[in-house]
């Protein structure tokens, strides 16, 4: 739980408007669905610069992404594209996972790409539209939070603003 509390003090620390932070979290989120692998960091940077949104925000909102959830994230996100698309998922459970390896490697990837195929398409556009959902849900909690979180006044102020 710490390292919770650690990435939301950096957040809260950030010199930016409320909806500012929330947006490049909210665009971080989405971009942690984004079902090309192993590009969303880059991705997430160059949105930062391009936009000149925040950095840390925008990271900490990709990062939702990582070794411990990606497995959850995109299979879900694979079950919602089934659902749309009127693809059975009973595929995926049918994969033989361990008989795909061995021999070459050229030879390994193209047994798990024969595998995966017929779930290339639910696997995009699950991915794309529960990240929208998500990014845009994290964009009003976030925005929400933050916007509650300055109006309190702080402990100890003897001129609170607006006085």
């Known amino acids: 739980m710490s390292r919770i509390r650690q990435r939301l003090q950096l957040l809260l620390h950030v ?7 929330a947006l ?15 590009i969303h960091t880059g991705l997430a940077l160059a949105l930062a610069f391009g936009f000149r ?12 992404n990582n ?11 694979t079950l919602v594209g089934c659902l749309l698309l009127g693809v059975s998922p009973a595929g995926l459970q049918e994969i ?21 195929w017929p779930f290339l398409w639910p696997y995009c556009l699950g991915n794309m539209l529960l990240g929208a959902i998500l990014g845009v849900g994290s964009y009003f909690a ?4 933050l916007e509650r979180r300055r109006a309190r006044p702080v402990p100890g102020d003897a001129n609170p603003a607006g006085s």
């Open 15 to 21: 010199d930016d408007s409320p909806h500012r932070i």
């Open 24 to 38: 490049a979290f909210g665009l971080g989120v989405w971009l942690a669905f984004f079902p090309i692998f192993g």
């Open 53 to 64: 949104l925040s950095r840390v925000a925008i990271l900490l909102g990709t990062w939702v």
């Open 67 to 77: 070794p411990w959830t990606i497995a959850p994230m995109y299979t879900a996100g």
């Open 96 to 116: 033989n996972w361990r008989g795909l390896h061995g021999g070459s490697l050229r030879e390994t990837f193209q047994r798990v790409a024969e595998a995966l």
């Open 142 to 145: 976030l925005r929400t939070f």
